[in-house]
């Protein structure tokens, strides 16, 4: 019954979001940030100790304000994803400028397929939509949402323009394919990992488990590595970031794979000082047992399940 319920709030929003106004898009998103920031003090307390741990010289004042403005993008990111998916795909490029888009096709260009990674930062769910228009269909790596009938939707919200999505089972033989076949695949590479692949690198100066997946495939395979970002640039607008590529460790490097996968989290850490409020926070990035979290669910499932 609360699956049912939920699916069709979420309909019914699809439907009023198709005729409403970007202004009023963005007016909606706010309210629903705010909403959850006042009334979610779990997920608030989560996110100002995180601020606090990665930034402890700024104000308690100011560490509030990006907490609270990491909501309101959060809650504008779901208005903006309902709007995209009503849009037709000349639309959807209308409201997009890409930057360094040379740098994805001459990875491309190589022929091993390109390993594109990025993390809960921005519109990150934007850019995959607007690439397989502008470039080329891509694969998603992702995990089904508890609720299948939601889970359906977003599926074809992200398929829409020809993308894929790659569950969990049989990740690594899918992907190895796309990259055989030279195409590309999306990564976020922010979640928590618990599975066998799980790795630690420092993120924010703390370590965090992260997936190794990503590494051990470029070296493996040669795909370069691309770090992308979706950067929201004011009225409904998003600038698409493509990044030089990652570059590989050497070949007698004692740690190949802790090095590269330190290397991408740096960009992306890079991303989040300058833009804090387009990050996660409210998200358990780092698991240290503390009193504040016990018993608070993740924003995610566990990656507690072996990539097959």
């Known amino acids: 019954m609360k699956h049912r319920l ?19 898009v963005r007016v909606c998103g706010t309210v629903l940030g705010l909403t959850f920031y006042t009334i979610d003090r779990a997920h608030r307390r989560i996110a100002e ?8 010289a700024r104000p308690a004042a100011e560490r509030r304000s990006i907490a609270r403005a990491a909501f309101i993008h959060f809650g504008r990111l779901l208005f903006e994803l309902l709007k995209f998916s009503t849009l037709s795909p000349a639309s959807m490029l209308a409201r997009v400028e890409f930057d360094g888009e040379e740098r994805a096709r001459l990875a491309y260009a190589q022929g091993k397929g390109v390993l594109f990674v990025t993390g809960h930062f921005g519109f990150w769910e934007l850019h ?3 690439h397989a228009l502008q470039i080329a269909p891509i694969g998603l790596l992702a995990r089904a949402l508890d609720n299948p009938q939601l889970n359906q939707l977003l ?3 992200r398929q ?10 049989g ?6 394919r796309a990259l ?25 100066d703390r370590p965090a488990a992260t997936t190794s997946a990503v590494a ?17 640039i004011g009225h409904g607008r998003i600038r698409v970031i493509y990044e030089h590529p990652v570059a590989p460790p050497g070949a007698d490097a004692e740690n190949a794979v802790r090095d590269f996968t330190q290397r991408c989290t740096d960009v992306l850490e890079m991303y989040v000082r300058r833009h804090p409020e387009l990050w996660l926070w409210m998200h358990r990035r780092w698991r240290d047992d503390s009193p504040l979290t016990d018993g608070v669910p993740g924003m995610f499932p566990s990656a507690d399940e072996e990539d097959g």
Do not use: C, K, W
Not at 14 to 19: C, K, L, Q, S
Not at 160 to 168: A, L
Not at 171 to 176: A, C, D, H, K, P
Not at 216 to 232: E, H, I, K, M, S
């Open 128 to 130: 995959a939509i607007v």
């Open 160 to 169: 829409r323009t020809g993308n894929t999505v790659i569950y969990r089972r």
């Open 155 to 157: 599926e074809d919200i």
């Open 171 to 176: 990740t690594i033989r899918r992907v190895m």
């Open 6 to 24: 939920e699916y069709a709030i979420v309909r019914a929003l699809i439907g009023v979001v198709r005729v409403m106004p970007d202004a009023m």
């Open 216 to 232: 051990a495939l470029a070296l493996r395979t040669g795909a370069p590595v691309v770090p992308v970002f979706a950067l929201p």
């Open 180 to 204: 055989q076949g030279g195409q590309g695949v999306a990564v976020l590479i922010d979640q928590h990992i618990m599975s066998r692949d799980a790795i630690y690198v420092d993120f924010f």
């Open 49 to 56: 100790r995180n601020l606090a741990a990665a930034f402890p």
